[in-house]
């Protein structure tokens, strides 16, 4: 039975290779972290009862083969991801059934050629816009529009999916399908769709041509812009977060950066302004290095959903990662242009951060932090150039972003342009008009964004990385469980609380990495794990498995999200719940 059990693992840890294929070393080797972890942790699995502790060697045996073939295949795969670059391949031709979706082929309405669509760009001639296959008049709506009329004008004559993606108000709404349907006027013709449905070029007015290439294993919430975590699976098997699996948040296209025109600019309100290129913030400043937790604020905010709808990206829990950043400290660079505290200019409150990515009217991404947070000597706040040893990649920030540990992601700018003390917040829209938090009564007929806070840093948070959700266990005694639980602010995690019950009773976990940072310095997360019993019968039963954290000010999470849903989905941080089904393998001794 034990080399059955084996052979099961075999398949799942080659699994875990594949998934691992094109991740590199990050400080420390991942694949091998796993390797390590996976064999230490599924031995322990299969020894812990004491009634089958004659299995370990053999379940070892078996788990070990599979760890080498993963490994095999690892390599591979890796080697052929670096050799092979992705084919853009054709689409399907349309076969022009009558599709009453969005967007769809409707065989009641006209048809026009591309060339005609584009010449509706004016009041006069009357403004048309493109959606997949539909084509829509939008003369009459455009001062409707809630983004105004200058964005929707930018789509004028041509297709608005570019533009629409930047914007996740538009993503999957029947709001926004209902409204744009009722402005249609016919389809793009049968021979322009064809060609559009051939091998695709590279689009001169699409602003997302040129993001980068990305890992296969992350798993898109929206492509234009991209934005995707990796697997939980994966997401716990190390401290360091590999580069390539490092969750993607981009508001925006991600920019093309001239090095050879590339200077951060820093200043303020009464102060002088000063530019430097990144060579001479390498020179000037003293190198320093943190390893700091990044969390999307709406990590987790698939899970708030069962209350009700909210717009916005389905985030699961794993836009999360944790990295090493080398730069220098904001507050050195803020010193050298003459502000060092807070008493130099009482009426600066903000540092304001600008990116080079832009918005379809070429307005900057940008975000601020307190200037408490930013000259605190305990802050830690670093304009960072190299991520686990590397050079940022484009997706990052390369070559310059802020690095604001403990506050949540949409600050930390990457692309760094623009460094600017003030007395106010920064002006833009994820600033003012976005990232905040209201009571769940509030909607959107009724929320004022200007009257909430900006959130800065997130509370406590945890999930179980594994097993997945809907997963079948093969043991009706006990489950293991791991999984990450991270504190904003610099709070330490103290403890992370698991139920194989649905709460009803609980048991502690092992915090097996944790962060070697001082008190209220504690900007990574604790990875945790645990073996805990099941109860008596649940053979072929449903379980439902939780976890909760506490940091050292003694926060803990809530219980669920129904006291404080939020119309867009920040802070989701309710003990985080799965299903999985326990269905024992048949004994065959």
């Given at each position: 039975m034990a080399a059955a059990r084996g052979l099961q693992k075999f398949a799942a840890v080659t699994r875990s290779g594949l998934a691992l294929y094109s991740t590199r070393s990050a400080g420390n080797t991942p694949l091998s972290r796993v390797l390590e972890r996976t064999l230490r942790q599924n031995v322990r699995r299969y020894s812990s009862a004491h009634h089958r502790a004659s299995y370990a060697w053999p379940a070892a045996v078996g788990i070990a083969c599979g760890l080498g073939v993963g490994t095999a295949?690892?390599?591979h795969r890796r080697n052929q991801?670096?050799?092979?670059?992705?084919?853009?391949?054709?689409?399907?031709?349309?076969?022009?059934?009558?599709d009453p979706s969005p967007g769809g082929f409707r065989t009641d309405l006209p048809e026009f050629s591309l060339e005609e669509i584009a010449k509706h760009k004016t009041k006069e001639q009357r403004i048309w816009v493109m959606y997949k296959s539909g084509v829509y008049d939008i003369t009459d709506f455009r001062f409707s529009h809630p983004g105004g009329p200058t964005k929707i004008m930018l789509a004028a004559g041509g297709s608005v999916e570019p533009?629409?993606?930047?914007?996740?108000?538009?993503?999957?709404?029947?709001?926004?399908?209902?409204?744009?349907e009722g402005i249609r006027i016919g389809n793009i013709s049968k021979k322009d769709l064809i060609e559009m449905a051939k091998a695709p070029k590279a689009d001169a007015n699409d602003p997302f041509a040129q993001d980068p290439v990305r890992n296969p294993a992350l798993t898109p919430s929206s492509r234009k812009p991209f934005n995707a975590e990796p697997p939980p699976e994966l997401l716990a098997d190390a401290f360091i977060?590999?580069?390539?699996?490092?969750?993607?948040r981009n508001h925006l296209p991600v920019p093309q950066v001239d090095m050879k025109k590339y200077v951060l600019t820093v200043g303020g309100e009464g102060m002088k302004k000063y530019t430097f290129t990144l060579d001479q913030l390498k020179k000037k400043f003293k190198h320093r290095k943190v390893v700091s937790t990044i969390q999307c604020a709406g990590n987790r905010r698939a899970n708030m959903m069962v209350v009700k709808h909210i717009k916005g990206l389905s985030w699961g829990f794993a836009a999360i990662s944790n990295a090493e950043w080398t730069g220098v400290y904001l507050?050195?660079?803020?010193?050298?242009?003459?502000?060092k505290d807070m008493d130099t200019n009482e009426a600066l409150k903000h540092v304001q951060f600008e990116g080079l990515d832009l918005d379809p009217e070429k307005a900057p991404y940008g975000g601020s932090i307190p200037i408490q947070k930013a000259l605190d000597p305990q802050g830690d706040v670093v304009l960072a150039w190299d991520m686990n040893g590397e050079p940022l990649n484009r997706d990052h920030g390369f070559?310059?972003?802020?690095?604001?540990?403990?506050?949540?992601?949409?600050r930390q700018v990457k692309w760094l342009s623009k460094i600017w003390a003030s007395p106010e917040e920064y002006h833009g829209h994820w600033q003012q008009n976005d990232y905040k938090g209201f009571a769940p009564q509030i909607d959107w007929d009724t929320v004022d964004f200007k009257k909430a806070r900006s959130i800065q840093e997130y509370p406590v948070q945890s999930a179980i990385c594994e097993p997945a959700e809907g997963a079948s266990w093969d043991d009706e005694e006990e489950v293991f469980m791991r999984g990450y639980a991270y504190s904003g602010g610099g709070r330490e995690i103290i403890r992370v609380d698991v139920s194989a019950d649905g709460g009803k009773t609980w048991h502690p976990t092992e915090?097996?990495?944790?962060?070697?940072?001082?008190?209220?310095?504690?900007w990574a997360w604790t990875l945790w794990e645990a073996s805990v019993p099941l109860e008596p019968g649940v053979k072929g039963k449903e379980v439902e498995l939780c976890v909760k954290a506490v940091d050292s000010s003694y926060n803990s999470q809530p219980e669920s999200f129904n006291a404080y849903w939020n119309l867009r989905g920040v802070i989701a941080n309710a003990w985080h719940r799965i299903k999985i089904k326990v269905e024992p393998p048949e004994d065959d001794d």
């Open positions: 295949v690892y390599l991801l670096k050799l092979n670059k992705p084919i853009n391949a054709a689409t399907p031709t349309p076969t022009f059934a009558h533009f629409w993606a930047m914007y996740a108000v538009h993503k999957e709404n029947p709001e926004v399908f209902e409204l744009l977060t590999p580069n390539d699996l490092f969750f993607v507050r050195d660079v803020l010193a050298y242009c003459g502000l070559p310059l972003r802020v690095v604001a540990p403990g506050i949540i992601g949409a915090l097996v990495e944790k962060p070697d940072q001082s008190y209220n310095r504690t």
